[in-house]
């Protein structure tokens, strides 16, 4: 960051103007909102705020502040873990190494499960969905998200970091829900049978880990160097924590229970193999915002039929 005159200061515009180019130098992508968030972060301010105010004058102190997170984030460092923030379907998640940065796909698993409560896959009466389980809940956002849109649910959420636990407790007391969550250290279905409600759990969710050895090695930097890679890595072929999963999964869930897994945009055959070989059914192939096939969704609410389309969320 050069030095300017006093006739020309580091200006808000000014300052979002440089990091941009300099992000954009080093190819960085969203390199524009990167800048607007390391520097709503600094300044304390909603980025909004940042264009009301263009040409607001930054202090030194605020200078020293920003310059340290610039070359961290020219160094690969997720944005989101130097603010400590990460955006989930409009709502702001405490984040730190220890967590997954919550990512837009995941958000197809929340519009899957608001869809089928209108009654749009049920095709009748919609069942009611009390007891809730998220595994490997990370941040806890899709736990959170849930517990927030469908009053009254009590949520399972576990996870094998105890680290990323406490990140998930302090965003449920943010979010006002730490009260109908209950946090369990452990891995995969294990919590789930050792909590299962009687009648068994009408809604389970994860976001497992599924990137294969192959993928492992095109991701960014940002993301093999800074995100943990347990919550990432699945294998050979990113199945050797889905398929545990799936296996394990029927029996803990409700006469009419739904179950939605994530899963990589390449991996929609093998899942569906996996849940076949597993008896898990009926199941389908659901897809993001994007149109990429994304989650596994078997709901015990649909009675058998014809298979159909794959739509997107609403």
Not at 119 to 140: K, L, S
Not at 156 to 177: F, K, P, Q, T
């Amino acid at each position: 960051m050069a030095t300017h005159s006093i006739e020309e200061p580091w200006t808000t515009r000014r300052l979002l103007a440089w990091m941009g180019d300099h992000f954009a130098a080093r190819d960085l992508d969203a390199h524009e909102v990167m800048a607007q968030m390391l520097l709503s972060h600094v300044l304390e301010v909603d980025p909004i705020l940042l264009f009301t105010d263009p040409d607001r004058p930054t202090s030194p102190e605020e200078l020293d502040r920003l310059r340290p997170l610039v070359r961290r984030a020219v160094a690969d460092e997720p944005v989101q873990y130097l603010v400590g923030e990460g955006g989930f379907l409009g709502r702001s998640f405490e984040v730190d190494p220890s967590v997954l940065i919550p990512r837009s796909a995941s958000e197809a698993i929340i519009q899957c499960v608001l869809d089928r409560q209108r009654g749009g896959a049920a095709g009748g009466d919609v069942p009611a969905i009390e007891h809730v389980a998220d595994i490997g809940t990370g941040t806890g956002c899709l736990a959170i998200t849930l517990a927030l849109h469908l009053p009254g649910v009590r949520v399972l959420a576990c996870d094998l970091s105890a680290e990323a636990l406490e990140v998930a407790r302090r965003n449920a007391r943010r979010h006002g829900v730490d009260d109908r969550i209950e946090f369990v250290v452990g891995d995969a279905c294990g919590p789930l049978e050792s909590h299962r409600p009687e009648g068994g759990f009408d809604l389970v969710v994860t976001n497992p880990p599924y990137i294969a050895d192959a993928t492992w090695r095109t991701l960014d930097a940002s993301v093999r160097e800074h995100e943990p890679t347990m919550a990432l890595r699945g294998g050979l072929h990113g199945l050797d924590v889905i398929t545990p999963i799936v296996g394990t999964v029927g029996p803990l869930l409700a006469e009419e229970g739904l179950f939605i897994l994530e899963f990589g945009d390449d991996q929609a055959d093998p899942v569906r193999q996996v849940a076949e070989q597993s008896g898990l059914v009926p199941a389908r192939i659901g897809v993001d915002m994007h149109g990429d096939d994304r989650i596994l969704i078997v709901d015990r609410a649909v009675r058998p039929g014809p298979p159909g389309p794959s739509s997107p969320p609403r």
